[in-house]
T-cell receptor
Framework: KQEVTQIPAALSVPEGENLVLNCSFT??????LQWFRQDPGKGLTSLLL?????REQTSGRLNASLDKSSGRSTLYIAASQPGDSATYLC?????????????FGKGTKLTVNP | DGGITQSPKYLFRKEGQNVTLSCEQN?????MYWYRQDPGQGLRLIYY???????QKGDIAEGYSVSREKKESFPLTVTSAQKNPTAFYLC????????????FGNGTRLTVT
């Protein structure tokens, strides 16, 4: 059974710092990994999707990497801003128990202090 | 603007009552999903539908029901059989390609007392 872990559960950094969020998964047979952002009381916003054949994806100040063999992904945020404060979730899509499944981690709550 | 609309944002019900949460999308997506989010837990899949008039149970379907009569709409009914219905409910949609990203609505917070 696929399990997705995000450590740490919470992270606080000063504005301007570069930071890395971690995501690990137990079954490397995945189709893709997706990073989301969730603001308090809101839905999830898709940030980046990395297909299993890809090593990384970039969007603006965000860079996500994927190492399938070690079951790890990182989300790098450059020059963090207070507006980046949110909970970041990763999710892996794979085939389990006869159906395609998307398994979510519990998220890392990021606070960027001005 | 294309997107997913969930209504209402907040919903309060008495124990023993059924309640229906609305989810509408104008993204022309075939696949739609319902997730439940509880504090300190990851999102858990309740039901999903890959095409009109067809839907499948997710990991925690007991006490819930859905319908998919139109491509744009995927309402979720929380029945009185659901033991712990108070939660944040999220609807999502995507095209029918496992490498397509999920798009989420803004959620409905249901409180049952």
């Amino acid at each position: 059974k696929q399990e997705v872990t995000q450590i740490p559960a919470a992270l606080s950094v000063p504005e301007g710092e570069n930071l890395v969020l971690n995501c690990s998964f137990t079954d490397s047979a995945i189709y893709n990994l997706q990073w989301f952002r969730q603001d308090p009381g809101k839905g999830l916003t898709s940030l980046l999707l990395i297909q299993s054949s890809q090593r990384e994806q970039t969007s603006g100040r965000l860079n996500a990497s994927l190492d399938k063999s070690s079951g790890r992904s990182t989300l790098y945020i450059a020059a963090s801003q207070p507006g980046d404060s949110a909970t970041y979730l990763c999710a892996v899509r794979g085939y389990q128990g006869g159906s395609e499944k998307l398994v979510f981690g519990k998220g890392t709550k990021l606070t960027v202090n001005p | 603007d294309g997107g997913i609309t969930q209504s209402p944002k907040y919903l309060f019900r008495k124990e023993g009552q059924n309640v229906t949460l609305s989810c509408e999308q104008n993204l022309n997506h075939d696949a739609m999903y319902w997730y439940r989010q509880d504090p300190g837990q990851g999102l858990r899949l309740i039901y999903y539908s890959q095409i009109v008039n067809d839907f499948q149970k997710g990991d925690i379907a007991e006490g819930y029901s859905v319908s998919r009569e139109k491509k744009e709409s995927f309402p979720l009914t929380v029945t009185s059989a659901q033991k712990n219905p108070t939660a944040f409910y999220l609807c999502a949609s995507s095209i029918r390609d496992y490498n397509s990203p999920l798009h989420f609505g803004n959620g409905t917070r249901l409180t049952v007392t």
